[in-house]
């Protein structure tokens, strides 16, 4: 006897990369020549033009932007993507409101679809599946919990809730453990503060519906997986397939909360610990299989299949270019993803429908004689970013050594409008202070009268030994374009959003994020109606540009690096100190480089403060101050983490806020069964950051000295 | 019974690095404030200052300098090292004479040094040791012809002449085959032109005495063999003595041809082939051990015992600054060792002479005001270049950002005067131009009459597509302290000497070469009598040095890489073409991208003569130009080969002449056994290369351009 019920067939074109697809029973309605006007070499940021950059940015037509951008889904090297390509191209080349030339540069590169012919499909079975059993996030913690409970997990399929851990480390952790497959769905309490009901969500309020599936690339690492480290040209030297890391090693499977409920709340087994507990409207049980007086006859098992297709598609970023006046050859890059999930309005299209805007208005005083940058600006729609930051990693390779001898700053604006409370900026230390000036100068939305930095310190702050309570700066992971370039490239970099209030809501990001249910109505009903956060976040940008791209004097204010290194050597200090004196390592280095670097950098910053706006030395120290992001570069330090060669920002999977390599090390160092080259390596460790340290402060001292 | 010809003793503080030392039973008696001057940002080089210092280069200076500095033995971080070290520091602080400022800097690395207490020693023995065979070169081939002439290796003591592959090789050559340990002497055939006996040698002749021995070491890498990537500091991370690499496998010591004579003229075996035949005077031949009738009974062994120990000892280098008026942040490096095997009046005295006259004329022209360079020039003693051009290669390491953002080119004038014959000139590409320029207005030595550039071309030179018959350049190894600046750092970079007439002798090198008869009394006598060469490396070094410190525009001709390229890309089309296409690998790539750097360089060589010498951007050009070698770096393509990132530059193990990784990958690949993941390697080099060209073209493409 077979039977099946069938709880979902994936459609649509919308795609994970590597494994998984839509599950559900949804149903969406579907700007002359800049070498020829007169240039001075002190040419500095000019706030007329500035105050008409923020006076003309338009929330309007932000919205109609949107509206154009959303309307269709635009998954990468879709037809609707294409086409997307070329109304940027449109636009930027537009006569009387594009910039000086744009172009697109294409990429071959290995993305996974779903197939039409054979859907994937998630089906509880008479035993010819896997017993299903319940784990939490899908940490290794979760998997021990599991086993720890006598729960046998050699050929289960578990059901995990996003949140807690990447999507990529759910499957691999599974995997260790003997699962065969993994569902992931939203949890409700995550998203939703609780509400599960079609009454309660999306129409009805922001909540996601309880068909909404969010999908996502599993992939580990960034960047086109088959060409590491170089351009994914036709040409290009590719990875076997056989050989390619980072793919899930089982099946993977996104649902929506509603497909979830009817597995999770038929389990049977011990109840899981209050923690491993959400919003479904039931007792979350472990598992294995289900209970017998449930929906499902108690020998049921479920089954998993996944056909996803790997293939090489063509992908195209955009590239914009104002040509600077005084110095063509230092860049400031802002860019934002162009490829969707579906519809895409918020995540990307929001950021796009910005960055559209910004253009049009620099386009506008470009082709009227009205303005040109000191240093040349470079727009950039980035293809294929879903599936793992791939057209912005791909440019990076290609262009690596010319982006690293001339760039200033990269600006990223993904998704610009989560919602509409207070900016959220994450960055390198380099770019608070330029943010800090913008936003100081531009009012918040609605009717508090603040500007929007004195908004955003009432959200999220800190209290800084140097300035006092100012607004907090988070840290760039590897969440969106601007990975490669700090990571990669040493850039200093930044992302720049306006979000809503952690106070009123726990949801882990907007409810529709990579949902079909992320469109331009949802975004103009529930996230920004008046579209004037999205004018915020234009203007924030627009700004920050600006000040990058014309001020005399760079706007970075590299001092701001001494603050996060006094505090990843307090916490090395305090957290490791004994630890690491047992092992007779001394962190006696460490002390002297931050010291050396906050003296050095303290007098650059004085320094600059002497020197004539005219001085030929403007251009030295404006290199300094690009360049000491790239000493903190070490291309060997990490060898197993792809693209991580920033000593500061490499990912920190350990518990200690400090120096990533150090952490990590210690942490390998004190696992059971770690031997002395564990402890050589924490030496290692230290040395490569010390080295890097002084490497920065020499980078920042007097230019003539040894 | 046991009886012993000891054959020498080891004596003396020269040492090998690793193993080996001195056998042998000879005796050898033994430059004011540069920010307050008035600058133009126009400052451009000053052919009267020019002039004034090609007059003032004094040979008798020289001569001076160079009895002083070589009047004692000065290994490195001798005692005579040190003060020579003060003797440096001292000219160089000198109130009339001296830099802006001097300074040294410590390094803590691993030396190698003999046991006073426990010579070394070789010793024939009764059996208790090894057999002897004689292994030409010590080439894997040489040890392959000795199997094949079923010689059984295993156990035995390899006598081998110096030549043909490097020191280091030889002893892991011979470890493979089951040798267990090495013998290196030098062959007067080529050396001395087959001349042996005392009466043809010094002091009658240049030739090496049959006592001398050549030391060197034998150290497969460069750079302080516990910190690689790492500058040893004191507190530097250092690897584990147990986990160096590139150390000699088995006991290798080197001996005088007087001690080999008696050894490979008492084998026993078949005759060594003719092109293993030299000058000792007796017929080579094979060994194992040695013929009945000789000087020793038919069953007497050789013992090598070698007692050297590992030592960290603390290696300065001294640093002299001239702060340049214009641009300071960019820094032109000249720099040679200071550390000898002994007495080392040509390696590397002969070059300290040179670098101090030219201290002395600059830092007086300095110290009167009458001059200051465009550029901040750095002056540099590195410390512990015998052992492995450690000096050099920790500063790079200690400064790694700052000099490759910085450095605009590196000259090396390691042994000044090799003879008085020829210039000898190597360099990368844009290196040639200026030691073009430079020689084409020095007089060479002696009464022709002709320039250093023309007496040059009669002999060495080469036709080139471009420019007809001009002076070959030779390329970089890794020979001098130039190996890290280029391989490492992508810096433009030479080394300039005088050498003999090749057609007159054909000595490997001079032949008291890191012997103790490498004396003052052997240059004034046999090199340069009256130092008039010298004087012409110091004018041609002193040239290039003014004329890349004080040029407006940087006298480095980019457009001669295209040359390189062009021949590297010829030979991989005649060469690897075929074997390439059956592999399916098209070098159709490489052909469109070596097309593009020849037209980026090009053009901007012809933008650079439309520029007027007040444009702003001099600077701008000038960073293209000083950026272009490092575009070739990629710190990922050799992850083997520690410190070579140069895609040029790499080791080139294999026999096609072109570029180093696709040779390499394909001579791989070719080998019996190879498998497909060598034809990928193969395709992943290609893909390497073509990423650099495209890149490099990019750096010199018009800086606004994308």
């Known amino acids: ?82 086409a997307l390509v070329q109304l940027l191209l449109g636009r930027w080349k537009d006569s009387a409101t594009g910039l000086d030339s744009a172009k697109t540069s294409e990429y071959t590169v290995l993305l996974s679809y779903p197939s039409a012919e054979q859907p994937n499909s998630v089906e509880v079975v008479d035993p010819s599946g896997g017993l299903l059993v319940y784990a939490n996030r899908g940490s290794e913690e979760d998997f021990k919990h599991l086993e720890a409970q006598r729960i046998k ?63 996502g690339s599993y992939f580990e690492y960034f960047g086109d997986p088959l060409t590491p480290y170089l351009p994914a040209h036709p040409s290009s030297f590719r990875l076997d397939l056989n050989n390619i890391s980072g793919f899930p090693p089982i099946p993977t499977q996104p649902i929506g909360f509603e497909d979830a409920k009817d597995l999770l709340c038929n389990l049977t087994g011990p109840s899981a610990p209050g923690s491993w507990q959400g919003a479904l409207g039931c007792e979350y049980k472990l598992g294995p299989g289900f209970e017998p007086n449930g929906s499902f006859p108690a020998d049921s098992e479920v089954k998993v299949s996944v056909h996803n297709r790997l293939e090489l598609r063509t992908s195209s970023n955009v590239l914009g270019i104002i040509q600077g006046a005084v110095e063509p050859d230092r860049y400031v890059i802002y860019g934002n993803h162009r490829d969707s999930w579906v519809h895409g309005a918020v995540d990307p299209s929001s950021g796009t429908a910005v960055l559209l805007e910004i253009s049009r208005v620099l386009g506008t005083l470009l082709k009227k004689g009205a303005w040109r940058p000191r240093r040349t600006i470079i727009l950039a729609s980035w293809g294929a970013e879903e599936f793992g930051l791939i057209g912005s990693t791909e440019f990076t390779e290609e262009f690596l050594s010319k982006l690293q001898e001339r760039t200033v700053a990269y600006i990223n ?20 202070s330029v943010i800090f000036s913008a936003t100081k100068e531009i009012s918040a939305p609605g009717s508090s009268g603040l500007s929007i930095y004195d908004n955003w310190i009432r959200y999220t702050n800190r209290t800084s030994p140097v300035y006092g309570l100012v607004p907090k700066l ?233």
């Open 474 to 706: 988070g840290t760039l992971g590897a969440g969106s374009d601007y990975a490669s370039f700090v990571h990669f490239l040493g850039i200093t970099s930044m992302d720049l959003a306006y979000t809503y209030d952690q106070s009123k809501t726990s949801a882990r990001i907007y409810p529709t994020y990579h949902t079909a249910f992320d469109t331009f109505d949802y975004v103009e009903k529930f996230l920004d109606p008046d579209f004037s956060s999205h004018q915020a976040v234009a203007r924030t940008a627009g700004s920050v540009l600006l000040r990058l791209s014309d001020s005399l004097f760079l706007p970075l204010n590299v001092s701001d690096y001494s603050e996060t290194l006094q505090s990843f050597l307090q916490a090395a200090q305090d957290d490791l100190g004994t630890l690491l004196e047992k092992q007779n390592i001394s962190l006696g280095p460490l002390v002297t480089a931050v010291e050396k670097f906050k003296t050095a950098a303290a007098a650059l910053v004085q320094h600059i403060l002497t020197l004539q706006k005219s001085s030929p030395k403007v251009r030295m120290v404006n290199d300094q101050l690009m360049l000491l992001e790239r000493a903190f570069l070490n291309p060997r330090a990490f060898p197993d983490e792809r693209y991580y060669s920033h000593v500061l920002w490499a990912p920190n999977t350990a518990s200690v806020a400090t120096f990533p390599g150090l952490a990590n090390a210690c942490a390998r160092a004190q696992e059971i069964n770690s031997g002395p080259e564990a402890w050589a390596e924490v030496q290692r460790q230290l040395s490569i950051v010390v080295t890097a340290l002084e490497g920065a402060a020499a980078t920042l001292a007097p230019v003539a000295d040894l």
């Open 413 to 432: 604006v993904d998704i610009s409008v989560f919602s509409n409370a207070t900016l959220r900026a994450q960055g390198t230390p380099p770019a608070q």
């Open 1 to 82: 006897m077979h039977w099946a019920k069938i709880l979902g067939v994936a459609v649509g074109a919308a795609a994970l990369l590597g494994l998984g697809i839509i599950l559900g029973h949804f149903a969406i309605p579907k700007a002359t020549d800049p070498q020829a006007s007169s240039t001075s070499d002190s040419q500095d940021l000019d706030l007329a033009i500035l105050d008409s950059v923020m006076g003309q940015l338009d929330a309007s037509r932000i919205r109609e932007n949107l509206r154009e951008l959303s309307k269709e889904p635009h998954v990468a090297t879709s037809p609707r993507d294409e």
């Open 153 to 215: 997990l050699e050929g289960t399929i578990a059901l995990t809730r996003y949140g807690g851990v990447g999507r990529g480390a759910k499957a691999i952790n599974a995997a260790k453990h003997g699962v065969v497959g993994v569902l992931v769905y939203t949890d409700p309490g995550d998203i939703n503060d609780g509400k599960n009901s079609p009454s309660e969500t999306f129409p009805n309020s922001w909540g996601l519906p309880p068909s909404g599936v969010e999908r």
